[in-house]
């Protein structure tokens, strides 16, 4: 009978711990939780199961980069084959793991340009609100800059302003 091959979607629980065969091959071992959830209609919301215990061995690279990469509370993705069920834990020899991206960002060599990547993203700050300069363009439907001037100088002014936006001088309309 071949091994049952599962997929675990768990969070890591303790250290991992790395050894060396006599051989030479790494081997690494972990423990992982997995929390079911399940929906109780009598309340109406999403009730936390009862917790499943897994221990996971890995084997040669996969085992070198898991201890470099893997922590306590990280969130993972494994695939492997069960190998025992003993003492209310599931072992499995893991085939492939993942970091879960549910609760995190995760970075790698080729996608961290720099140390500013890693930085959190925020929106750019507003720009204070200021009156059109003569260097700033004239956007469509935006009253004239005489209008803005006269509005942010008070309106103390009684006289009209003696040329256009675009300096041509102004001619009364009969």
Same mark, same amino acid.
């Given at each position: 009978?071949?091994?049952?091959? /599962? =997929?675990?979607?768990?969070?890591? /629980?303790?250290?991992?711990?790395?050894?060396?065969?006599?051989?030479?091959?790494?081997?690494?071992?972990?423990?992982?939780?997995?929390?079911?959830?399940?929906?109780?209609?009598?309340?109406? =919301?999403?009730?936390?199961?009862? &917790?499943?215990?897994?221990?996971?061995? #890995?084997?040669?690279?996969?085992?070198?980069?898991?201890?470099?990469?893997?922590?306590?509370?990280?969130?993972?993705?494994?695939?492997?084959? #069960?190998?025992?069920?003993?003492?209310?834990? #599931?072992?499995?020899?893991?085939?492939?793991?993942?970091?879960?991206?549910?609760?995190?960002?995760?970075?790698?060599?080729?996608?961290? &340009?720099?140390?500013?990547?890693?930085?959190?993203?925020?929106?750019?700050?507003?720009?204070?609100?200021?009156?059109?300069?003569?260097?700033? &363009?004239?956007?469509?439907?935006?009253?004239?800059?005489?209008?803005? =001037?006269?509005?942010?100088?008070?309106?103390?002014?009684?006289?009209? &302003?003696? /040329?256009?936006?675009?300096?041509?001088?102004?001619?009364?309309?009969?």
């Amino acid at each position: 009978m071949a091994p049952s091959v /599962t =997929q675990v979607s768990g969070t890591v /629980t303790g250290d991992v711990e790395v050894r060396f065969t006599e051989s030479g091959l790494t081997v690494a071992r972990f423990r992982l939780t997995e929390t079911p959830t399940r929906w109780d209609a009598a309340t109406r =919301q999403w009730c936390d199961g009862t &917790p499943i215990r897994y221990v996971c061995t #890995i084997w040669r690279d996969l085992a070198r980069t898991a201890s470099e990469s893997l922590a306590d509370g990280t969130a993972v993705l494994v695939k492997g084959r #069960i190998t025992e069920v003993k003492d209310g834990c #599931i072992y499995l020899s893991v085939d492939d793991i993942g970091i879960s991206l549910r609760q995190r960002i995760v970075y790698t060599e080729a996608s961290l &340009p720099s140390p500013i990547a890693a930085a959190p993203v925020t929106p750019p700050p507003a720009p204070p609100a200021t009156a059109p300069s003569a260097s700033q &363009p004239r956007r469509p439907g935006s009253p004239p800059r005489w209008w803005e =001037q006269s509005r942010s100088g008070g309106w103390n002014r009684t006289d009209t &302003p003696s /040329t256009a936006d675009n300096g041509a001088p102004l001619r009364a309309v009969r």
